[in-house]
């Protein structure tokens, strides 16, 4: 396993849609410093050349803070920017074809909602699952959310370490408690928030109680 629970106690995943004060870096390092242990780059609409500029930034960042970077569904793309690992989802390329084209030591994150999906991606050789969505988000539109009974088994049902995402957000995230998730993966929660750092902080000190 290339990845600790720690590692996920508050993923950060990026949302290009609150980019304006800020630039998408400066609003990764304001979540850096206030805490986030793991970044996601999620973007929908880069072209490859526009993302993998925007990735050798983003990792650069996360390496001098020292937190893992993962980017989302593109393995080419991740092994080009020196990325610690990629995310896919249950429609993306599976974890086993990731995991030989990225080799042993990358991070395999993949999307999981429900038991048999999480102890195929674990067969599959996944480091960490990410399971929801937990809220309605706005987000992903297409995406149906999960009770915690679901949530705690899947984090049950497999030794590797499981986020949960979808929707969650300071005033909601309590009621993740006692499901034996390793942490939250949150998109507006930190980057549509006008103090990004600060929000962090509040979270960081919040998944603690999970």
Same mark, same amino acid.
């Given at each position: 396993?290339?990845?600790?629970?720690?590692?996920?106690r508050?993923?950060?995943?990026?949302?290009?849609?609150?980019v304006?004060?800020?630039?998408l870096?400066q609003q990764v390092e304001?979540?850096?410093?206030?805490?986030a242990?793991?970044v996601?780059?999620r973007e929908k609409?880069?072209?490859d050349?526009?993302?993998l500029a925007e990735?050798k930034?983003?990792?650069a960042l996360?390496r001098a803070y020292?937190?893992?970077?993962i980017?989302?569904?593109n !393995?080419p793309? %991740?092994?080009?920017?020196g @990325? $610690? #690992?990629?995310?896919?989802?249950?429609?993306?390329?599976s974890?086993a074809?990731?995991?030989r084209?990225l080799?042993?030591?990358?991070i395999i994150?993949?999307?999981?909602?429900? !038991?048999?999906? %999480?102890k195929?991606?674990? @067969? $599959? #050789?996944a480091d960490?699952l990410?399971?929801?969505?937990?809220?309605?988000?706005h987000?992903k539109?297409?995406t149906?959310?999960?009770?915690?009974?679901?949530?705690?088994?899947?984090?049950?049902?497999?030794?590797?370490?499981v986020?949960?995402?979808?929707?969650?957000?300071?005033e909601?995230?309590?009621q993740l408690?006692g499901c034996?998730?390793?942490?939250?993966a949150?998109?507006?929660?930190i980057?549509a928030?006008p103090?990004?750092e600060?929000?962090?902080?509040?979270?960081r000190?919040?998944?603690?109680?999970?």
């Amino acid at each position: 396993m290339n990845c600790t629970a720690e590692m996920l106690r508050l993923y950060a995943v990026t949302d290009r849609a609150w980019v304006g004060r800020q630039t998408l870096p400066q609003q990764v390092e304001a979540a850096l410093k206030g805490g986030a242990t793991c970044v996601q780059l999620r973007e929908k609409h880069l072209d490859d050349a526009d993302m993998l500029a925007e990735a050798k930034t983003i990792s650069a960042l996360c390496r001098a803070y020292h937190v893992p970077f993962i980017l989302n569904d593109n !393995v080419p793309l %991740a092994k080009l920017c020196g @990325a $610690d #690992g990629v995310h896919v989802g249950q429609d993306d390329l599976s974890a086993a074809e990731a995991r030989r084209l990225l080799g042993p030591d990358k991070i395999i994150g993949v999307s999981a909602h429900n !038991v048999a999906e %999480a102890k195929k991606a674990f @067969a $599959d #050789g996944a480091d960490y699952l990410g399971c929801g969505a937990m809220f309605t988000t706005h987000t992903k539109t297409d995406t149906n959310v999960i009770s915690r009974q679901v949530l705690a088994d899947v984090c049950a049902s497999v030794p590797i370490p499981v986020v949960a995402i979808g929707g969650i957000h300071r005033e909601n995230l309590l009621q993740l408690a006692g499901c034996g998730e390793a942490g939250i993966a949150v998109i507006s929660a930190i980057f549509a928030q006008p103090d990004i750092e600060a929000a962090c902080r509040e979270l960081r000190e919040m998944v603690r109680k999970l």
